[in-house]
């Protein structure tokens, strides 16, 4: 009964926040639900509203897989190096083919350098131990050898394709398109699927190795499902808003507080977290936006000066609570 209230809670709490970004943008504050003012303003702003409602949800689910998969609550694709890795490889491409690549090839692109990046985190991590934190100071490693690789792709892909950098960056749903909608909605679906199908698994892994192999699991095989598909959906989510942080940090480590840890309840719940996570924070930019009288403030950076503020949390409190260092 308390796993449904927390469920019927965070159903409501997207819903309004979904309401709430219908109303307020550059243009000023609308009303969502008056059939009136369904206007291209309102229709511009849907378009960003599912944008953040579908990136959110499949970073929450990705954050989530990574998790459990390295059984390490500290980790997170943003901080293992997934995102900008993939941001790096799609940019890349672009520029390879001057701005007009293939169909699909930036996507795809992203894709590989997603799981390129994951790999040399974990690579690093193992020759480091494998400690929780030694996992995430590799990732810190990776990542800020790749951020400044994407950066510098993203500034050349601005000066020759007149792409909007910053945005890619920081992550932003101010440029949503039907396409970029289509595509994260659908691997936040992709992301609810495959948390049914890997639920048992997981949960089976989190008692240990043997006694999953004797529930009849293969605990390498989960790993690596786990893994490649927080790396896959961490990467189209970079493909259609840019690097938006921190969300599969925030999001799985509160859905467990919530509902606990089992991956059947908390990789749900963690889907959820991480669409309200990416409203709220669209909202709150917009909002800071029209205060300070910006054009605009990317909800990348809200998830990451809060998401930070989080990872320092969960490291103290792993210090205080004697975890391995």
Do not use: K
């Amino acid at each position: 009964m308390h796993t449904r209230r927390v469920f019927a809670a965070l159903v409501a709490l997207a819903a309004l926040l979904f309401l709430a970004g219908l109303a307020v943008g550059p243009a000023g504050f609308r009303n969502p639900l008056d059939p009136g003012s369904w206007d291209l303003v309102l229709r511009l702003r849907l378009l960003r509203g599912l944008l953040a409602l579908g990136v959110g949800a499949a970073l929450g689910a990705a954050g989530a897989f990574m998790q459990y998969s390295v059984s390490n609550p500290l980790a997170s694709p943003s901080i293992l190096g997934v995102s900008p890795g993939a941001l790096a490889a799609s940019v890349l491409v672009m520029l390879a083919w001057r701005g007009s690549p293939p169909l699909g090839a930036p996507l795809l692109a992203g894709m590989l350098g997603g799981f390129a990046a994951y790999a040399a985190s974990a690579a690093l991590a193992a020759r480091l131990g494998f400690t929780r934190v030694g996992l995430v100071l590799a990732g810190v490693a990776v990542s800020s050898t790749l951020s400044g690789l994407s950066s510098l792709l993203v500034l050349l892909a601005e000066a020759r394709l007149r792409l909007p950098a910053s945005l890619m960056l920081l992550g932003s749903f101010a440029y949503a398109t039907p396409e970029t909608v289509y595509v994260a909605l659908a691997s936040s679906g992709a992301g609810l699927v495959a948390g049914l199908a890997l639920a048992r698994g997981l949960d089976a892994i989190s008692y240990g190795d043997e006694t999953a192999s004797a529930m009849g699991y293969s605990p390498g095989q989960i790993r690596l499902a786990a893994s490649l598909t927080s790396a896959a959906l961490t990467s189209v989510c970079v493909y259609a808003a840019g690097i938006v942080g921190f969300v599969g940090l925030v999001a799985p480590n509160t859905a467990r507080l919530l509902v606990g840890g089992h991956p059947r309840a908390s990789l749900p719940a963690s889907l959820l977290l991480g669409a309200a996570t990416t409203l709220a924070a669209d909202l709150a930019g917009r909002l800071t936006a029209l205060a300070l009288g910006l054009g605009e403030v990317p909800a990348g950076l809200v998830t990451s000066a809060v998401g930070g503020l989080f990872l320092a949390y969960m490291l103290l409190r792993g210090a205080a609570g004697g975890e391995e260092q």
